[in-house]
């Protein structure tokens, strides 16, 4: 079956460090990737997508890249800032499945000054 | 102009009442869904819906049901409400199947 497995936080990283949120999936297709990021008080939001195999995706300073070999994308930032604290959530839609959409857990990452 | 939102965006209620939460897009959009974030952030899909078909998550009890009075509509109303089902509450809306866009929830709470 589909499923998105994604490093457990919470994450607490200083003002300017570098991000990485681990993301890696199981689907029985050639799946779409995408990351979600929710604020608090607020809904989700795409981030990011790749749609295919090598594809970068990347909004905001946030990358990923779409690894068929090791079925990962990861989130990365070379220096995050305070306004990055959020939930961050990898997702896949598979056309196999109607292109159901699989959630990930969420990543909560905080950022001090 | 926002493009899904859901009312309200609060809900505090006591045990064994019925609620109903509102969504509505402004997209375009043919399919909508409804989802529950619990207090540790994970999201589970409760429903999908376009004019053709209904998808339920079959773990979603049926005191919960989606109602749809046109495509730009799909409200959630919940039956005898339960401590358990105290939780975020999100709308979203998609084209077929494509990038889903997501209201700011209904945070509710069943005392």
């Known amino acids: 079956g589909n499923s998105v497995t994604q490093m457990e936080g919470p994450v607490t990283l200083s003002e300017e460090a570098f991000l990485t949120i681990n993301c890696t999936y199981t689907?029985?297709?050639?799946?779409?990737l995408f990351w979600y990021v929710q604020y608090p008080g607020e809904g989700l939001q795409l981030l990011l997508k790749?749609?295919?195999?090598?594809d970068k995706g990347s909004n905001k300073g946030f990358e990923a890249t779409y690894r068929k070999e090791t079925t990962s994308f990861h989130l990365e930032k070379g220096s995050v800032q305070v306004s990055d604290s959020a939930v961050y959530f990898c997702?896949?839609?598979?056309?196999?499945?109607?292109?159901?959409?699989?959630f990930g857990t969420g990543t909560s990452l905080t950022v001090i000054p | 102009d926002t493009a899904v939102s859901q009312t309200p965006k609060y809900l505090v209620t006591q045990m064994g009442n019925d609620k109903s939460i509102k969504c509505e897009q402004n997209?375009?959009?043919?399919?909508m869904y409804w989802y529950k974030q619990d207090s540790k952030k994970f999201l589970k899909i409760m429903f999908s819906?376009?004019?053709?078909?209904?998808?339920i998550n079959e773990t979603v009890p049926n005191r919960f049901s989606p109602k749809s009075p046109d495509k730009a509509h799909l409200n959630l109303h919940i039956n005898s409400l339960e401590l358990g089902d105290s939780a975020v509450y999100f709308c979203?809306?998609?084209?077929?199947?494509?990038?889903?866009?997501f209201g700011a929830g209904t945070r509710l709470s069943v005392l």
């Open positions: 689907a029985t297709g050639y799946p779409s």
């Open positions: 997702a896949l839609s598979d056309k196999n499945t109607g292109n159901q959409f699989y």
């Open positions: 790749a749609t295919k195999a090598d």
């Open positions: 997209l375009g959009h043919d399919t």
């Open positions: 819906y376009n004019n053709k078909e209904l998808i």
């Open positions: 979203a809306s998609s084209q077929g199947k494509n990038i889903q866009y």
